[in-house]
């Protein structure tokens, strides 16, 4: 089940919230994890025992932490749980690239020699398997306690908020309000207010971007002119940027409105905190604090396997590293340069690199990222310059959405929310008709996502392989 | 502060209406098989049996159903209609004007 689907806002949502504050509190969270399975078994059928499993094992092995004091022993369990973590997300994410790679390099085999049936990739994977070291690790660290209550580990690495999308959270970040979260309208209506954000930003925005760049995606690169290329990754830019932070928006909010205070992973591009990367493999593989040379191949492993968490081919590898490789060169070489710059100038460096690393997100096949490059940059001879398709979807629909794209990705929001906000204390009639005005302006977003919504419109969930 | 508690209730009360008054709407009024306004058969309520593959097919079944028979479906099709016609003047197939 998706957030942005009729289903989940007109069935899924009301039902869970109404039960939820119906039962007495030693139940909520038994609720909460069981609507959770729901919302995943819906989708993902007989997986859901997957996620059980999981939810099992680290249970199991957080239980033993949080009783061996002996040094050695917890590490063996520790390497267990991790071991075990890995291996569920590797058979079940990297199992069918592997099988293809061996297959590409003995031209006799087909993949089908290796593997009868391809294994299906489970959606969410990769955020319960981290969350779920998350919580391992933590406790071999003695960074929290073991939670010996099986349902309130279940429902941290499967609550729905955040399962499918993300973002990961730490699992001592959100260890006490699990058992313990505070219940008020305001932070219900708070969670209402960033609810309806994001899926507008998911629904009115990036579907509308990615309307458009699936069509220019769809066409021959080497027959692509430079200005559709542009078009069709600058689309792409904004649908991922929306995409995400629409997804994080909404999932921070439904936290809320069930007592949870999820910590903010994203702001206004591209600064989206991979604090996971961080704190549990480039710290710990001995981040910048063994020279220069270590610091480099530190960042190689971290942003190649930060890649290879997206999915599971070459071209996730390709952007992984290419964003590894220019962080190496930024502290070897470009940072004096940049330090130079001015700050808008160092945004538009930054945006530069990273639009163009996108193309090898989205194409799989290399040669085809490399003939897109090629139409960018006027390297692919003849183009056709109008493409019937292309022009169609060009309305006024596409230029409004596209518009509102570029401004929202800029801090417009929280800057005029720390200036008008000021204003309006003591203010009582000037508030009460401004929060008036932000109340009708969310419902009438919140109608028009659902009108979009209604007829089956274009809405692609893009985080099939993470 | 005061007015601040009354926005605050209203807002999550409104909220509640909202995504709630669709499904209780869909579930007193009597299921049409055709619609009117997009002039197409509309998906029925799928038959569950408790089969493995009953149970796999029945969350899609239901998506089309719900999708297709939700509480004032018509007339935020309509709305949505109105958008893409009458402000951004797209006609695109299957919209009844």
Redesign the interface.
């Known amino acids: 089940m998706v957030f942005s689907s009729i289903t989940f806002l007109f069935v899924f949502l009301p039902l869970t919230i109404f039960l939820y504050f119906l039962v007495g509190k030693a139940l909520r969270n038994i609720l909460l994890l069981t609507a959770s399975l729901f919302f995943y078994a819906w989708g993902e059928g007989i997986y859901v025992l997957l996620m059980l499993g999981s939810i099992a094992i680290n249970y199991g092995i957080g239980f033993y932490l949080g009783r061996v004091n002996e040094h050695a022993a917890r590490k063996r369990a520790v390497i267990i749980g991790i071991t075990v973590n890995l291996l569920l997300l590797g058979v079940f994410k990297y199992t069918n690239w592997l099988v293809d790679i061996v297959a590409g390099i003995f031209p006799h085999l087909e993949s089908s020699d290796l593997l009868a049936e391809p294994i299906h990739l489970p959606i969410g994977i990769s955020f319960f398997t981290f969350q779920a070291l998350s919580y391992i690790i933590d406790v071999y660290r003695n960074d929290t306690e073991a939670q010996n209550n099986p349902f309130h580990l279940g429902l941290y690495i499967a609550s729905f908020p955040q399962l499918i999308a993300g973002p990961i959270v730490r699992y001592n970040q959100v260890a006490r309000q699990i058992k313990e979260r505070q219940h008020a309208f305001a932070i219900f209506a708070s969670g209402v207010e960033r609810f309806v954000f994001g899926l507008s930003k998911k629904v009115l925005i990036a579907n509308q971007m990615g309307r458009m760049a699936d069509l220019v995606f769809l066409q021959d690169y080497t027959q692509l002119s430079p200005g559709i290329a542009w078009l069709g990754i600058a689309c792409y830019t904004l649908q991922i940027y929306f995409d995400f932070s629409g997804y994080s928006d909404m999932a921070i909010g439904l936290g809320r409105m069930f007592g949870f205070q999820f910590t903010e992973n994203f702001n206004y591009p591209y600064i989206a905190r991979s604090t996971w990367f961080r704190d549990y493999l480039y710290i710990p593989l001995g981040g910048n604090r063994n020279g220069d040379k270590k610091t480099y191949r530190n960042l190689f492993i971290v942003f190649l396997l930060c890649g290879l968490w997206h999915g599971a081919s070459w071209n996730f590898v390709t952007w992984g590293l290419i964003h590894g490789a220019f962080l190496a060169l930024e502290r070897q070489w470009l940072k004096n340069f940049l330090d130079r710059l001015t700050p808008i100038l160092r945004h538009f460096y930054t945006m530069f690199i990273v639009v163009n690393a996108w193309v090898f997100f989205r194409i799989e096949d290399m040669s085809d990222a490399i003939d897109y490059l090629g139409a960018m940059y006027f390297l692919n001879g003849s183009s056709e310059p109008f493409n019937l398709h292309i022009h169609n979807s060009f309305n006024q629909l596409f230029v409004l959405c596209f518009i509102l794209g570029l401004l929202f990705c800029l801090p417009i929001y929280q800057y005029s929310r720390a200036r008008v906000l000021p204003l309006l204390d003591g203010r009582r009639s000037i508030s009460l008709v401004v929060e008036s005005a932000k109340t009708c302006m969310l419902f009438s977003m919140l109608y028009i996502c659902v009108s979009f919504l209604a007829v089956h419109s274009y809405n692609p969930f893009i985080y099939f392989r993470f | 502060m005061k ?3 009354i ?6 009360v ?3 209406v ?3 008054l ?2 209780g709407i869909a579930f007193i009024s009597v299921d049409e098989s055709v619609s009117q306004t997009e002039k197409r058969k509309l998906a029925e309520l799928p038959a569950i049996d408790f089969s ?1 593959t009953s ?2 097919e029945f ?1 899609t079944a ?2 089309s159903y ?2 297709d028979h ?1 509480g004032f ?1 018509q007339q ?2 309509r ?3 109105y ?2 016609v009458k402000m ?3 006609f695109l197939p299957g919209i009844v004007r």
């Not at chain 2, 926005?7 to 999550?12: G, I, P, R, V």
Request: aromatic share 16%; net charge negative.
């Open positions: 007015q601040i508690s926005h605050h209730l209203l807002l999550s409104l909220f509640m909202f995504i709630s669709p499904l493995l149970l796999e969350p239901f998506d719900f999708g939700f479906r935020i099709v709305t949505h209609n958008i893409l951004f003047g797209i």
